[in-house]
């Protein structure tokens, strides 16, 4: 059978039935997804960090329709707020009418600072740094012979001069290739081996020297067109346009409009075992790059009218190293997504970015979201209140029917239901 996406009557089955169907969709071997059943124990927790005491469980849930670059993807992703999956869903399900995503990636190149305090002639400085690039870049490639085989390592050295208001720094930057890793241990361990030589050459000395979250120089890109008549007509698309619009104006609309990014990306980045704070910090910071924080991501009406999506961010994603490789639902997320590099996760994580800003722009600009979820936060309501399995559905009927999704309401639902026996 050809490997598929598509998951229809997925969310109807019980969830150990929805993991089977999942690797059977994707031709996968039954068993792959059992880590996930499993979580994370505490000995596991007690190899990852200090002081454990215990693992905080987050729901993992499958975003099914994706086709990324003609491939059909099931995409893991971790989350505790009800309707992101789905919304994925159903983007990735309009997207695929007109090919799915397609994606790209630069090389996976990490820059990691280094501080130069107290140089008399700064702008020299930086020009004396530049000077000593290739002893600086064989220096930092001694401390990682495995990446250099692999066809990483330390490709180039910029420098900036830096006015503060303590002082003005030149500012050396190392570009580091890091391949399929995250890269921030190598990327720190070169810039600690070259840093006191930097600071000797720049003419003062070697402070900070640490990885930039920045990470301008590893972009990802995803794109997509949307169908207007699928969309609901030509009014939809242009109100969705003004909505993305107000994004790349406002920077108050930007942060919530970037917050459903990732509410996609960093769903797959925890899934992963990834760094989320790395990866917010440099979407952030990109945002941020013009001077104005902005959207990251943007929204056009193409010649045929139908809506055009296209998000471009950087995406500092490893498979090697880290949590990835310690826990086991994290390589069971991995092997789901059937990545092999970390560029093809990079590619599938913003494309994974594109559909949730699409799906909550496309709501905002219609019905607005509190529709779409109503019906599950009526189910954490109707078992916050003491609905039992068998009692949640009716509960949650009545409770989006009236519109009324109150704790104090699914109480007295339950009792009349009770009653109703
Ligand atoms: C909610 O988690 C995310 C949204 O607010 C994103 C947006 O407003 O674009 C719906």
Redesign the pocket.
Same mark, same amino acid.
């Given at each position: 059978m050809a490997r598929t996406s598509r998951l229809p009557g997925f969310r109807d089955l019980p969830v150990d039935q929805r993991r089977t169907a999942a690797l059977e969709a994707l031709g996968l071997e039954p068993d792959l997804l059992r880590p996930l059943a499993e979580g994370a124990d505490a000995a596991l927790a007690d190899r990852m960090v200090e002081n454990a005491v215990g693992t905080l469980g987050v729901p993992v849930g499958v975003a099914s329709n994706f086709a990324v670059d003609g491939a059909e993807v099931l995409v893991p992703m971790a989350t505790e707020?009800p309707s992101?999956i789905a919304a994925a869903s159903h983007a990735a399900k309009l997207a695929r009418e007109r090919g799915g995503f397609t994606t790209s990636a630069s090389d996976p190149v990490m820059q990691a600072q280094i501080q130069v305090v107290g140089v008399a002639d700064p702008e020299a400085g930086r020009v004396r740094l530049l000077e000593a690039r290739d002893e600086l870049l064989a220096t930092a490639n001694a401390q990682d012979p495995v990446l250099v085989e692999r066809g990483g390592g330390a490709r180039d050295l910029s420098a900036r001069v830096v006015p503060s208001r303590a002082g003005t720094y030149v500012v050396a930057h190392l570009q580091v290739d890091v391949r399929d890793a995250m890269g921030a241990n190598s990327v720190n361990t070169m810039a600690e081996a070259v840093a006191r030589r930097a600071g000797d050459v720049a003419g003062g000395r070697a402070l900070l020297r640490i990885l930039t979250n920045k990470a301008d120089l590893r972009m990802a890109r995803a794109r997509a067109v949307f169908d207007a008549a699928a969309l609901g007509g030509a009014r939809i698309v242009d109100d969705i346009v003004h909505a993305a619009a107000l994004a790349e104006a406002d920077p108050y609309r930007a942060a919530?409009?970037n917050?459903?990014i990732m509410?996609g990306v960093t769903a797959v980045v925890l899934a992963t075992g990834n760094d989320t704070r790395a990866v917010e910090a440099g979407a952030h910071s990109h945002a941020a790059a013009s001077g104005q924080y902005a959207a990251l991501s943007r929204f056009e009406k193409n010649g045929d009218g139908d809506l055009v999506g296209s998000l471009e961010l950087p995406m500092p994603v490893g498979l090697v190293g880290g949590a990835t490789t310690v826990h086991a639902a994290a390589r069971a997320a991995v092997a789901l997504l059937g990545v092999e590099t970390a560029a093809q996760l990079d590619r599938i994580t913003t494309a994974v970015g594109l559909a949730q800003?699409f799906a909550? #722009?496309r709501? #905002?600009a219609t019905e607005g979201?509190q529709r779409g979820h109503m019906s599950l936060h009526a189910r954490n309501v109707a078992a916050s209140a003491g609905a039992g399995p068998d009692e949640i559905p009716r509960v949650v009927e009545r409770l989006v029917a009236e519109g009324t999704v109150r704790g104090d309401r699914a109480e007295q639902v339950l009792a009349e239901i009770r009653q109703e026996r």
């Open positions: 707020e992101v919530t409009h917050k459903g509410n800003n909550a #722009l709501a #905002l979201i």
